[in-house]
């Protein structure tokens, strides 16, 4: 009985009262950069393909598992396209959502420091559910277990296939320094996910909308030193979805060919207990470039500290990325004078991040 409390406890925190779905979390932006933000492709150089999983609260049976796998390629400067693939399975695989997004983003080049990127993106996804395994709270008896049959009508639908698009902006920049001089570079991005959803992707009702509109805002600055190995860099990510509010608050620390994470996920910008979600830790190996290719693998924990954390084990995250061409040379035509003169000179793959 303390177990099913538990999980309708933690079913509610992710649906909330009203019934709305919610994206899955992932650590850090920085290692899931198309997945919140679609004008990513137009400030990533290169191609770059990312894979990403993440397990939520093991230690119980309706633990939440998300993948996801993309891919970002920026054309000559001038546009750049992104490809992502998705699958979440909530509630011990009752509740599944599949999805792929397609993403274009125009770049522009606003000086030698700074460029900002508009995208768009659009996916199409489709919602599952197993209505003959699903329990409901009137079957059980306190004493006995289940034995009763439930009050509740089950649809005649199993499936929902839907359609949506999101918006978003970043901008990457870097502060004008001598070549014996210690570098900085950040970047900042916002965006609105599920901006229309088509034609629906409720299972229950039309009055709700099963896709709440979903704003983001990051950012990040990179502080590294002139020989390009060792820095730090502090980043936040917000997210706002119906009636949930996360913030994350993060350092990226570079010890090259390693690299660490040390942040905070709360529920608001206040940081307080009853309001804080979670430690998060991490660490991971960015490879030297390669004949212009870098490869990436991280891996996270976030350690639980509300009052979900008894039984719940915490989360684990794997990132892994690996990157072509990373300086556009190819794409330029392999002109030194071209490359430099059409992007921003900042180090690609600094700590499994591309800027």
């Given at each position: 009985?303390?177990?099913?409390?538990?999980?309708?406890?933690?079913?509610?925190?992710?649906?909330?009262?009203?019934?709305?779905?919610?994206?899955?979390?992932?650590?850090?932006?920085?290692?899931?950069p198309?997945?919140?933000?679609?004008?990513t492709p137009?400030?990533?150089?290169?191609?770059e393909?990312?894979?990403?999983?993440r397990?939520?609260?093991?230690?119980?049976?309706?633990?939440m598992?998300?993948?996801?796998?993309s891919?970002?390629?920026q054309?000559?400067n001038?546009?750049?396209?992104?490809?992502?693939?998705?699958?979440?399975?909530?509630?011990?695989s009752?509740?599944?959502?599949d999805k792929?997004?397609?993403?274009?983003a125009?770049?522009?080049?606003?000086?030698?420091?700074l460029?900002i990127?508009?995208?768009?993106?659009?996916?199409?996804?489709?919602k599952?559910?197993?209505?003959?395994?699903?329990?409901?709270?009137?079957?059980?008896?306190?004493y006995?277990?289940?034995?009763?049959?439930t009050?509740f009508?089950?649809?005649?639908?199993?499936?929902?296939?839907?359609?949506d698009?999101s918006?978003g902006?970043?901008?990457?920049?870097?502060?004008?320094?001598g070549?014996?001089?210690?570098?900085?570079?950040?970047?900042?991005?916002?965006?609105?996910?599920?901006?229309?959803?088509f034609?629906?992707a409720?299972?229950?009702?039309?009055?709700?909308r099963?896709?709440?509109?979903k704003?983001?805002?990051?950012?990040?600055?990179?502080?590294?030193?002139?020989?390009?190995?060792?820095?730090?860099?502090?980043?936040?990510n917000?997210?706002?979805?119906?009636?949930?509010?996360t913030?994350?608050?993060?350092?990226?620390?570079?010890?090259?060919?390693?690299?660490f994470?040390?942040g905070?996920?709360?529920?608001?910008?206040?940081?307080?207990?009853?309001?804080?979600?979670?430690?998060?830790?991490?660490?991971?190996y960015t490879?030297?470039?390669?004949n212009?290719?870098?490869?990436s693998i991280?891996?996270?924990?976030?350690f639980?500290?509300?009052?979900?954390?008894?039984?719940?084990f915490g989360s684990?995250?794997?990132?892994?990325s690996?990157?072509?061409?990373?300086d556009?040379?190819r794409?330029?035509?392999?002109?030194?004078?071209?490359?430099?003169?059409?992007?921003?000179?900042?180090?690609?793959?600094?700590g499994?991040?591309?800027?």
């Amino acid at each position: 009985m303390k177990m099913r409390k538990l999980i309708i406890m933690i079913t509610l925190s992710v649906f909330n009262l009203n019934g709305y779905a919610q994206d899955p979390l992932f650590s850090s932006t920085l290692d899931n950069p198309l997945y919140y933000n679609p004008a990513t492709p137009g400030i990533v150089r290169g191609h770059e393909y990312r894979l990403n999983f993440r397990e939520q609260w093991p230690g119980i049976p309706a633990a939440m598992r998300a993948f996801n796998f993309s891919s970002t390629h920026q054309l000559r400067n001038a546009v750049g396209l992104g490809f992502l693939v998705m699958s979440n399975v909530e509630g011990e695989s009752l509740l599944r959502t599949d999805k792929l997004e397609a993403t274009i983003a125009f770049p522009i080049k606003v000086s030698r420091y700074l460029k900002i990127s508009g995208g768009i993106n659009a996916g199409f996804g489709q919602k599952s559910i197993d209505w003959s395994s699903v329990e409901f709270d009137d079957q059980f008896d306190k004493y006995y277990g289940k034995i009763y049959p439930t009050s509740f009508s089950f649809p005649e639908e199993f499936q929902r296939k839907y359609g949506d698009l999101s918006l978003g902006i970043a901008a990457k920049g870097a502060l004008r320094r001598g070549r014996n001089e210690a570098k900085i570079y950040g970047s900042l991005g916002m965006a609105m996910k599920h901006v229309t959803v088509f034609p629906t992707a409720n299972f229950i009702g039309s009055d709700i909308r099963a896709i709440p509109l979903k704003y983001i805002i990051h950012g990040n600055i990179w502080f590294l030193d002139k020989t390009l190995r060792k820095g730090i860099a502090p980043n936040f990510n917000l997210e706002d979805q119906a009636s949930m509010t996360t913030f994350n608050l993060s350092t990226r620390i570079v010890l090259r060919p390693v690299y660490f994470n040390v942040g905070v996920r709360n529920r608001t910008f206040k940081f307080n207990s009853e309001e804080f979600d979670s430690f998060i830790f991490g660490i991971g190996y960015t490879s030297d470039v390669v004949n212009n290719n870098i490869t990436s693998i991280g891996y996270s924990y976030d350690f639980t500290t509300s009052r979900l954390m008894g039984g719940t084990f915490g989360s684990h995250e794997i990132s892994m990325s690996y990157s072509f061409d990373i300086d556009g040379r190819r794409q330029s035509g392999g002109g030194k004078a071209r490359r430099f003169r059409n992007d921003i000179q900042c180090p690609s793959n600094f700590g499994g991040v591309s800027f």
